[in-house]
T-cell receptor, first 113, second 118 residues
Framework: AQSVTQLDSQVPVFEEAPVELRCNYS??????LFWYVQYPNQGLQLLLK??????LVKSINGFEAEFNKSQTSFHLRKPSVHISDTAEYFC???????????FGTGTSLTVIP | GAVVSQHPSRVICKSGTSVKIECRSL??????MFWYRQFPKQSLMLMAT?????????EQGVEKDKFLINHASLTLSTLTVTSAHPEDSSFYIC??????????????FGPGTRLLVL
């Protein structure tokens, strides 16, 4: 089975500052990794995903995440955040052999003007 | 990306009544859908996997008689909370993946249904 740990439950950051949201996973098999964003009272939206190939994946709104197999991490980064990035961010893992997702506990990102 | 809808978006009911939540895949067929429950400030907890044409698979600790799941067609799964009580109040979210359609690794989520049981 897989599991996901998001070490930071809340991350406040000033507007235009860089941010990193940490995600570590454990798995005995190869994994797929995902970051989802949830705005208040809404469902989850896919931000980016790693399936295979290049370990650095990027979203259309400036976020990127790097798969690090040796450190079992998939940290999410953005060089300059905007007020609109304020949301809950969930890291998730699944495996190629199954279609179940395992979610981390989430990180609440608050961008301060 | 694929679109998943849920209805209703918000429901308030009296204790003891049953509530049905619909999950639809709007532009693709979903042989498998998933139902999650999310408490405030917490992560999503998988409740069950809904399989079209067969019984749902429930996670440990989820009462199958309490949370009835019916996957009647390739685009519709329903979750019925039977004899709802205040502790059932939560945010219920469904998801589906494009199994066999080139993007099967990704789950696409509905907007969620907020249930409040008085």
């Amino acid at each position: 089975a897989q599991s996901v740990t998001q070490l930071d439950s809340q991350v406040p950051v000033f507007e235009e500052a860089p941010v990193e949201l940490r995600c570590n996973y454990s798995s005995s098999v190869s994994v797929y990794l995902f970051w989802y964003v949830q705005y208040p009272n809404q469902g989850l939206q896919l931000l980016l995903k790693y399936l295979s190939g290049s370990t650095l994946v990027k979203s259309i709104n400036g976020f990127e995440a790097e798969f690090n197999k040796s450190q079992t991490s998939f940290h999410l980064r953005k060089p300059s955040v905007h007020i609109s990035d304020t949301a809950e961010y969930f890291c998730a893992v699944s495996s190629p052999t199954g279609n179940q997702f395992y979610f981390g506990t989430g990180t609440s990102l608050t961008v301060i003007p | 990306g694929a679109v998943v809808s849920q209805h209703p978006s918000r429901v308030i009911c009296k204790s003891g009544t049953s509530v049905k939540i619909e999950c639809r895949s709007l532009d693709f067929q979903a042989t498998t859908m998933f139902w999650y429950r999310q408490f405030p400030k917490q992560s999503l907890m998988l409740m069950a996997t809904s399989n079209e044409g067969s019984k749902a698979t429930y996670e440990q600790g989820v009462e199958k008689d309490k949370f009835l799941i019916n996957h009647a067609s390739l685009t519709l799964s329903t979750l019925t909370v039977t004899s709802a009580h205040p502790e059932d109040s939560s945010f219920y979210i469904c998801s589906a993946n494009l199994l066999g359609q080139g993007d099967q690794e990704t789950q696409y989520f509905g907007p969620g249904t907020r249930l409040l049981v008085l």
